[in-house]
Nanobody
Framework: QVQVVESGGGLVQAGGSLTLSCTAS??????????MTWYRRTPGKQREFVAR???????DYADSARGRFTISRDNSKNTVYLRMNSLMPEDTDTYYC???????????????WGQGIKVTVSS
């Protein structure tokens, strides 16, 4: 069993910064994380890709995030970070972490989702 938990959300003013964290944990002695992806979803709208970081460190960003957001990872902590700068009201949303994780070095990877965390940017 693997659990994924997001943290770091909250309320910020436009132009401010916020860092989201996503940590995977489980009962296994160790976990192996593959790609880690951030999405966001507004009720009534489709899920939107935000950023992804692969196991080797290669990153991918949505056009809306590129230049403002930075995704990084710390494998020793089973954690991925999303640093969000120059936040705008349109960034207000619920952000979700999708972690591709194996809890057995010889086993397969599976997708695990966090519960989502709210980010609110005031104008």
């Amino acid at each position: 069993q693997v659990q994924v938990v997001e943290s770091g959300g909250g309320l910020v003013q436009a132009g401010g910064s916020l860092t989201l964290s996503c940590t995977a944990s489980g009962s296994a002695p160790s976990l192996t994380l593959n790609s880690m992806t951030w999405y966001r979803r507004t009720p009534g709208k489709q899920r939107e890709f935000v950023a992804r970081i692969r196991s080797g460190g290669r990153t991918d960003y949505a056009d809306s995030a590129r230049g403002r957001f930075t995704i990084s990872r710390d494998n020793s902590k089973n954690t991925v970070y999303l640093r969000m700068n120059s936040l705008m009201p349109e960034d207000t949303d619920t952000y979700y972490c999708d972690a591709l994780v194996a809890d057995d070095p010889l086993g397969p990877y599976y997708d695990y989702w966090g519960q989502g965390i709210k980010v609110t940017v005031s104008s």
